[in-house]
């Protein structure tokens, strides 16, 4: 049901200071974008380092469903899988249900269709519906 890392991502605390750290280190095809969080539009940016994607936040969009506070660095990855109410129907039945999600979401990457779902020891990974432009 899952299928290929589509992406790993990050909390950070200075954005520009992140984009030119990992510039240093040969990321390329950085973007800047926004995407609708609990709060509002939330800033974040997209590179590819090395052959992954890396995606990097100020303020994650699940953040404020964890029971403690979030650290920074890497926060979590993301697989892409082909039907998101599938995979949650397989886990539900497993008794695996996501901590914050479904929701759609859209930025310059595309819509996609999202849920986390978070380990008894903290592992976080997202389940990501590609749903077009």
């Known amino acids: 049901m899952l299928k290929a890392l589509w992406n790993i991502a990050g909390k950070v605390t200075d954005l520009d200071a992140e984009l030119r750290f990992f510039e240093a280190c040969g ?3 950085i973007v800047r974008d926004f995407v609708a969080g609990p709060g509002g539009d939330d ?3 997209m590179l590819r380092l090395g052959s992954e994607r890396v995606l990097l936040f100020p303020n994650p969009v699940y953040e404020p469903n964890l029971d403690e506070p979030m650290h920074y660095g890497l926060t979590h990855a993301v697989f892409e899988v082909e039907d998101l109410d599938a ?3 397989d886990f539900e ?5 996501p901590f914050w999600g479904p929701k759609e979401v859209s930025a310059k990457f595309g819509r996609r ?3 986390f779902f978070r380990s008894p020891s903290g592992f976080v990974f997202e389940a990501e519906q590609p749903l077009g432009a």
């Not at 039945?93 to 249900?97: E, H, I, Q, T, Y």
């Open 113 to 115: 269709r999202i849920a």
């Open 87 to 89: 995979v949650l129907a």
């Open 27 to 29: 990321a390329t095809d």
């Open 43 to 45: 800033e974040f940016a």
């Open 93 to 97: 039945s497993k008794g695996v249900r």
